[in-house]
């Protein structure tokens, strides 16, 4: 089944505690993305990237890092988490990114303490 | 800052009527106009997408409208009905970042 899995679902953890959330998906698509979704705010994106080794900041990037190391795999690194952190984490992926359908992950919920 | 602009906030529909959602847009680079359905505890997924050569495009009871030179598109649902209730953000792309507006929450009663 053509999916894009999140690990964990769920996370409660403290500030300052590095904690990282993976994100896989097995549609060999190039693009990947994360977003964080927030009540009123709406989707946002944090980090994209287009191909290995290629990545790019979007909207909301301070906090976070990523890598992309293999096609299928995005991680979303929080090296040092806020409370200002506590959201929805979605991970997307897309064939090539560009006007394509992104399929979404099922969120990662984060409360940072 | 917002580059989609979405409205209304909420809505709330009878079964059989119809549901409108507006987006407006400043960026005319912007190719790709996708809105997206999300359930709670879901991830959002694609509904209908439109790209600007087109004013208008359906796929059953979904119906985008894109008024180009407004820099304005909206979303229609005709004859609502309850399992429709869900959350409705529509987005605008240029090359690989995907700007979505807040998003609306419909509410289809019976």
């Known amino acids: 089944e053509a999916q894009v899995t999140q690990n964990p679902r769920y996370l409660i953890t403290v500030t300052g505690k590095k904690l990282t959330v993976t994100c896989s998906q097995n549609m060999n698509h190039e693009y990947m993305s994360w977003y964080r979704q927030d009540p009123g705010l709406g989707l946002r994106q944090i980090y994209y990237s287009m191909n290995v080794e290629v990545t790019d900041k979007g909207d909301v990037p301070e906090g976070y890092k990523v890598s992309r190391k293999e096609k299928r795999n995005f991680p979303l690194i929080l090296e040092s988490p806020s409370p200002n952190q506590t959201s929805l984490y979605f991970c997307a992926s897309s064939s090539s990114g560009e006007g394509d359908t992104q399929y979404f992950g099922p969120g990662t919920r984060l409360t940072v303490l | 800052q917002q580059q989609v602009k979405q409205s209304p906030q909420s809505l709330i529909v009878q079964k059989g009527g119809i549901s409108i959602i507006n987006c407006a847009y400043e960026n005319t680079a912007f190719d790709y106009f996708p809105w997206y359905q999300q359930f709670p505890g879901k991830g959002p997924a694609l509904l209908i997408a439109i790209r600007p050569d087109v004013s208008e495009k359906k796929e059953g009871r979904f119906t985008i409208s894109f008024n180009k030179s407004a820099k304005q598109f909206s979303l229609h649902i005709m004859d609502s009905q309850p399992g429709d209730s869900a959350t409705y953000f529509c987005?605008?792309?240029?090359?690989?970042?995907?700007?979505f507006g807040k998003g609306t929450s419909l509410l289809v009663t019976p």
């Open positions: 987005a605008a792309s240029d090359r690989y970042a995907l700007n």
